[in-house]
């Protein structure tokens, strides 16, 4: 039997918890799994509670809730043996879809009992660790004003674009990294993924993988409100990196020369950057509970 826990941040999302862990207590398997279940209480708990699991040996620590959430407890545990594991239930979702977990939580509780522990990557955005993605431009205002919203959902995310894309100025950014890559371009956005999604099957880099070292950059052309309705439309049929408005690179280590310091967002939540930073991936740095294989 192996230790399992469960840490639950109440306020992510919009659907409500009080319900999971009977859920757990019902659909868990005993036989291979001993549950331990807690809560956050504030900001960056999920982290010094994911960080204690791991230096107590526990073999995977599962986050409840959304991006920000896996987030938090993916840092307790990188460069260690203890496995992430997921239960969406926030707004996104980004790297639990990305790894192919159920959104309703009664399957997703299920869906524990035929994984397996893998490796994957993390990377690194200064020294803030992101899991899925991070970037700046538009993406990254919004997720500001997102973060300062009265509500969740969706709908929020959507009306904070509409809100936002008809006043939003680019501005020029430089790239720099491996293999030879120097990028000057005026962009709407730049998203740096480990993963392939920002969330709600939104593929911004629809060739993105957790296991092969490398981040997909995604630059959207400063032009992109000309073609925006074939933007989302290819955004979300994995198709955007084939659009004339875009750019794709991949690359393990970049430094980026902004203009101006401007919003920042690491999976999804805004933070604080100076104006030039440098990103790059940790190979294999985490273990993740993934589907196992036959």
Known sequence: MKNIAFIINPISGTQNKKKLPK???QLLDKEQWLPNIIYTE?????TELARQYANMGFEAVVAVGGDGTVNEVAQGLRDTETALGVLPMGSGNGFARHIGIPMRPAQAIAWLNRTETVKADYGLAQDRLFVTTCGTGFDALIAYHFAKAGSRGFMTYLKTIMQDV???SSQTYHIVG??????RHKAFL????NANQWGNDAYIAPKASIQDGLMDISIMSSNAILGAPSLALRLFTKTIDNSLFMDSFKAKEITLYREEEA????????VKMPKDIHIRMVQD???VLAQKRL
Do not use: C, E, M
């Open 23 to 25: 859920l757990i207590d």
């Open 42 to 46: 504030r900001a960056g708990h999920a």
């Open 166 to 168: 008809l006043t939003y």
């Open 178 to 183: 491996d293999n030879g890559l120097d990028f």
């Open 190 to 193: 730049l998203t740096f993924a």
């Open 263 to 270: 919003p920042f967002h690491v999976d999804g939540d805004p």
């Open 285 to 287: 740095g985490l273990r």
